[in-house]
């Protein structure tokens, strides 16, 4: 069984960057993709980012495209979610997740990124 580790969030100010990362463990080589979703307070889970397994670029969310970049490290299997010029809107729990065979999908237990205005 796949576990996912997610780390880097905290409170940063309206402007600037952060980066969260996501390490997976378990049966690593059965990954098919990595990516992540938010969940800002009294809304539903949105889909921010996604890499596959063999993919050089990511694919994003329609309203993030161009602030937010993710990235991998396959020997690590760990992805990154760089995030820049934040405003409080990206203000929510961020959830990293991995794509299984048989369509089995995982969850971190979440990070909270709080940016003050």
């Known amino acids: 069984q796949e576990q996912l580790v997610e780390s880097g969030g905290g409170l940063v100010r309206a402007g600037k960057s952060m980066r969260l990362s996501c390490e997976a463990s378990?049966?690593?080589?059965?990954?098919?993709?990595m990516g992540w979703f938010r969940q800002a307070p009294g809304k539903g889970r949105e889909f921010v980012a996604v890499?596959?397994?063999?993919?050089?670029?990511?694919h994003y969310g329609d309203s993030l495209r161009g602030r937010f970049t993710i990235t991998k490290d396959s020997v690590k299997t760990m992805v990154y979610l760089q995030m820049d010029n934040l405003g409080p809107e990206d203000t929510a729990v961020y959830y990293c997740?991995?794509?299984?065979?048989?369509?089995?999908?995982?969850w971190g237990q979440g990070t909270q990124v709080t940016v003050s205005s």
């Open positions: 997740y991995l794509d299984g065979p048989g369509g089995g999908r995982i």
């Open positions: 378990g049966r690593t080589n059965d990954i098919l993709d």
């Open positions: 890499i596959g397994r063999s993919a050089a670029r990511g």
